[in-house]
């Protein structure tokens, strides 16, 4: 089991860039491959993007590509997503998920294959 815990949200100007993190407990971080969604107020939660257990593989919502990167240090069990440009259509909840990953291939992209969820951070992102 592992316990996921986000920071780094915030209120920020357009245009300006964010760190979120995503601190995990356990000692088996490496075994699950994770993702960042968010929820905006009234729409459903979405991808933001995903990561192998790894970290050498990465999927990326059409919405965010070039713009937001996913990143992983399995050292610090933390999971990071650096976000630039930042848009007012950004803002939302950003949660942070994970699955266990019998392999380093496995990147998942819905909603319903990830077990655990962190609490969520909220970011703000005004015009």
């Known amino acids: 089991q592992v316990q996921l815990v986000e920071s780094g949200g915030g209120l920020v100007q357009a245009g300006v860039s964010l760190r979120l993190s995503c601190a995990a407990s356990?000692?088996?971080?490496?075994?699950?491959?994770m993702g960042w969604f968010r929820q905006a107020p009234g729409k459903e939660r979405e991808l933001v993007g995903s990561?192998?257990?790894?970290?050498?593989?990465?999927y990326y919502a059409d919405s965010v590509k070039g713009r937001f990167t996913i990143s992983r240090d399995n050292a610090k069990n933390t999971m990071y997503l650096q976000m630039n440009t930042l848009k007012p259509e950004d803002t939302a909840v950003y949660y942070c998920?994970?699955?266990?990953?019998?392999?380093?291939?496995?990147?998942?992209?819905?909603?319903?294959?990830?077990?655990?969820w962190g609490q969520g951070t909220q970011v703000t992102v005004s015009a």
């Open positions: 356990g000692r088996t971080f490496s075994s699950y491959a």
């Open positions: 998920a994970a699955v266990i990953s019998g392999n380093n291939f496995y990147i998942p992209r819905r909603l319903d294959e990830y077990t655990y």
């Open positions: 990561i192998n257990r790894s970290g050498g593989s990465k």
